[in-house]
């Protein structure tokens, strides 16, 4: 083994924080991702230059960016951070103690592959492992992670109420869902104050879905009208290629079949995923699956809604 010295020592530490930069290209994305304060990265940075002798970021516009030597540590440090993952997932697949079963709440929109990605790998981590599903509206996930139906619940948006701890695991943008043919199918972008007109089709009240749609009406000062409501996307986005109205959803990952999805100008239409629970000492099994969450959750949940290839 080779001997680490002083310099060695010392820049490892902050080498997460440079990593994550360089795979978000945003210091705000990257506090996010490493669950630190945005100014602690920032300081991260700043003394992991002070160590090195030479400036690792340099400002551009409201944030940070590489200079040329952090471009060049960046994939070491990425190389070195993937290092201590699999260093402890290697040491986790040798734990026997994470068995027996725990109940997993969810909404709809994120039971097609969101959760079977966070579930597999949970298993493929603990396979003397039993997990149970609970899928419903985000108010009864909730419920669900309350009276102890469930240990952990994934929702949108996410819940930051007292009792409860929660961690994102990823900002989706919204877009406009309009019929092939429509006056804004056309469009590159609109805001969402262009479809005030419009009849909309959404979710019922009660799922996160619906929720955001209010939000963000709100926030652009609009009232829609309320066409038809619906227990999931599928049927949505069947009604609107029928011509009877614009929605309001994620992107499909299999491609809006006889819809046009648009994105949406308004800084307030995206949806944050995430998984909450109660904030008290977890079961054996409920901290195995958030320790899956930290190390894990955000490239797996990008993973389950990335689009469909081939």
């Known amino acids: 083994m080779r001997t680490v010295d002083a310099a060695a020592r010392n820049v490892l530490p902050m080498l997460p924080a440079l990593a994550a930069l360089a795979e978000t290209g945003q210091t705000l994305a990257a506090a996010d991702l490493l669950q630190m304060p945005q100014p602690t990265v920032s300081r991260m940075l700043a003394r992991l230059g002070r160590e090195l002798g030479v400036e690792v970021v340099e400002r551009h516009g409201r944030g940070l960016r590489l200079t040329r030597a952090g471009e060049a540590l960046a994939p070491h440090a990425a190389a070195a951070v993937a290092a201590a993952t699999a260093g402890i997932e290697a040491v986790q697949a040798q734990e026997s103690g994470a068995r027996g079963r725990i109940a997993l709440a969810f909404q709809s929109t994120l039971g097609e592959r969101v959760v079977p990605a966070l579930v597999k790998a949970f298993l493929q981590e603990h396979p003397g492992a039993s997990v149970d599903l609970l899928q419903t509206s985000r108010p009864r996930c909730l419920a669900a992670v309350t009276d102890g139906t469930a240990e952990i619940a994934l929702i949108s948006p996410l819940e930051e109420g007292s009792g409860m701890r929660h961690r994102r695991l990823h900002t989706e943008p919204l877009v406009l ?48 009208s309320i066409g038809f409501e619906g227990d999931d996307l599928a049927t949505l ?74």
Not at 268 to 283: F, M, Q, T
Not at 286 to 304: C, K, M, P, S, V
Request: glycine share 12%.
């Open 177 to 224: 869902v309009v019929p092939i043919g429509h006056r804004l199918s056309t469009r590159a972008r609109v805001s969402f104050e262009e479809a005030a007109e419009e009849t909309f089709i959404c979710m019922k009240r009660g799922y996160g879905m619906r929720t955001l749609l209010e939000g963000l009406a709100q926030a652009s000062g609009v009232t829609p």
């Open 237 to 310: 986005r069947g009604l609107v290629s029928a011509g009877l109205g614009v929605s309001l959803a994620p992107r499909d990952p299999h491609g809006a079949t006889g819809c046009v999805e648009v994105p949406l100008t308004n800084p307030e239409a995206v949806r944050h995923i995430g998984a909450c629970w109660l904030d008290r000492k977890p079961s054996t099994l409920a901290a195995a699956f958030q320790d899956l969450l930290r190390r894990r959750g955000r490239r797996l949940t990008e993973i389950g809604l990335r689009p469909l290839t081939g």
